[in-house]
Structures are given as structure tokens and as C-alpha cells.
């Protein structure tokens, strides 16, 4: 029957996730929509596949071992067609993909809208969030992530840039203030942090020997955001450290004055591409892997 392989997989995603409710927040269904592909997926087959409550569902023992099958009958066809995509041009179906907040924003959405742009027959899904996301279990086809990538079998990664930091401060905060010379000088200067749970963030810049040298900032002006960060700094609050992409403008067109150049060169934060390991890739999944390595260095650095 036409709608039997598409009842399969809203079966596999229900014993994935343990019940039909959370199927149902994955496939973006209803619990009742889930609950009557099972019942006619078990009524074919002339066996029962849940044991239903309530509020929980759990594999019978027919279903278990039905389960094993499909799923990994579902990975070859998920296979299958990445491969015929592999040979397209032309970027198409739905990519869903994970970034941070501020930076998935400013920098990612861009790049991605641009890429939906060129390709039409390309559905484009974003979920802006800092969390750290399980692409395989919440169904994303890609994540943007900062930092380590840590260690996964199951995930590749890609380095998309090195995001470079910047001091920076308002031209009137200065004329008042004076120019600090150098580190030291913070101490007798307004400096704006990232406060998170009532502690600043340290801020760390190369020491010249390959290491870090790490001040602890005391600061009257602190939030955990670093938008509001920026903000805070273009009214004149006082020294900011933000990365390179949220300060470009405000550097450029001279609202904000970039400090200690020398400081903070070579201070730089790893952004990767992330995404479940698959034998081939698909054609919408590359062709963002590959916008976004080709656009990201030109925001990410010093202007």
C-alpha cells in the first residue's frame, strides 16, 4: 500500500523516542495522527507492536524484533537516495539546522537564506539556540557550534573559521577615559562583562609564548548577552571584548574604536560544522557545509 513505508518510519520514530508524544514533536504530528499509523501498521500485520497505557508505550516482543528490521531497512533507503542526491546540482528537500543565537543570526542565517535563494526546490529550517543539540535524536541535518567538538563516532566536523576578538570601546568613553596602553591598564578603566550566575567571565589573551594570560575583570556593568554587550559599549559604558563579527560595522563606520591590537591577535575561537555521520552525503547538507566555509572567514575576522 502506498502509505505503508511512511507508517514504517512513524513507527521507527515512535520506538526511537520511547512513546508516541515525542514521535509526534519530532514528525511535527499529532499524538493521534502517530497513534493511528501504528494501529494500521499492526492491523496488516496481524500483530501487536506496542503495549499501550496512558501515557506510555513500549515495544511487544513482535515489535522489538520487527523494530531491528526497519530501522535498519530505513537506513539503506536513506542511503539509496543520498546517493542519487550525490549526483544532483541542484540542492533540494528539507534542511534543518542548529546554530548559536547571536551568531547563527548575524553571520549563518545569511548565508543560508542566500543559499535557499539559489536553490528553490531547497526547504530551509533554523533553530536558533546555544545548547548543545542531539542532531541524530532532534532530527537536524546540521549544526553551527563554537569551541571543542569533542569526540563522537557518530558525528563529523568540518572547521568553518577561527573566530578572531576584539577590544573595543565608544570614541566619547575614550576622549574622557583616555586610551589604555595595555593590560594592566583595565584596572583604572569601566569595562563591560559577561556575567553569567552573578561571576564575570575572565578574559584571556595570548601571552606572546603560545599561552593565555587570564584577568579577572571588576565590572559595575555585566549581563549575559553579548549583544547587549555591544550595545552597552556603543554607549559609551566603557571596554568590551566581543567577537570580530559583532563589532565589524561599529568599527568600520567609527562608533567604536578597536584597542590593543597586539593583545588580542592570535586569540581565536574554533566554529565547526557538525552533522551525523552517513556514507553520502546529501547534496543540500554539502552545499551549505560548503557556503558557509566560503562565507564565514570574511565575518568572523578583524575588519
Known amino acids: 500500500m502506498p502509505e505503508s513505508l511512511d507508517d514504517i518510519a512513524v513507527f521507527v520514530e515512535a520506538a526511537e523516542a520511547g512513546g508516541f508524544a515525542s514521535a509526534a514533536a519530532r ?27 496512558t501515557r506510555l508505550q513500549s515495544l511487544t516482543d513482535d515489535g ?21 542526491d550525490t549526483g544532483r546540482r541542484v540542492a533540494s528537500g528539507r ?6 543565537l547571536s551568531f547563527g543570526r548575524r553571520c549563518v542565517a545569511p548565508v543560508l537564506l542566500a543559499l535557499a535563494r539559489r536553490h528553490p526546490e531547497l526547504s530551509l529550517e533554523i533553530d ?20 571543542p567538538v569533542g569526540d563522537s563516532g557518530n558525528l563529523m566536523a568540518r572547521l568553518l573559521v577561527r573566530q578572531g576578538m576584539m577590544l573595543v570601546a565608544a570614541p566619547d568613553y575614550l576622549a ?10 583595565f584596572a583604572a578603566h569601566d569595562c563591560i562583562v559577561y556575567r553569567r550566575q552573578g561571576r564575570n567571565e575572565r578574559w584571556r589573551f595570548p601571552d606572546g609564548s603560545g599561552g593565555l594570560r587570564e584577568l579577572t575583570i571588576d565590572s559595575r556593568v555585566g549581563f549575559n548577552d553579548i549583544e547587549t554587550i555591544a550595545e552597552a559599549a556603543l554607549a559609551g559604558f566603557g571596554i568590551a571584548y566581543l567577537p570580530c563579527w559583532l563589532v565589524r560595522a561599529p568599527v568600520r563606520d567609527g562608533r567604536l574604536v578597536g584597542l590593543l ?18 556514507p553520502y552525503l546529501p547534496t543540500r547538507v554539502r552545499a551549505a557545509i560548503d557556503a558557509l566555509a566560503a562565507e564565514l572567514p570574511g565575518l568572523a575576522l578583524p575588519p
Open 64 to 84: 522489538a524484533a520487527f523494530f531491528d528490521h526497519c530501522r535498519r531497512g530505513l537506513a539503506e533507503i536513506r542511503a539509496g537516495r543520498a546517493l542519487l
Open 27 to 53: 514528525l511535527h504530528l499529532t499524538r493521534s495522527a502517530v497513534g493511528k499509523a501504528v494501529a494500521r501498521l499492526e492491523a496488516r500485520l496481524g500483530v501487536r507492536l506496542f503495549h499501550r497505557t
Open 128 to 147: 536558533f539556540n546555544d545548547r548543545p543539540v542531539d542532531l541524530v535524536e532532534e532530527g537536524f541535518d546540521l549544526a553551527v557550534r563554537s569551541g
Open 261 to 278: 591590537a597586539v593583545a588580542t591577535e592570535g586569540r581565536r575561537t574554533d566554529i565547526h560544522a557538525i552533522w551525523p555521520k552517513t
Open 176 to 185: 574622557l577615559r583616555g586610551m589604555p596602553a595595555g593590560l594592566d591598564d
Open 95 to 100: 534542511l534543518r539546522v542548529s546554530v548559536p
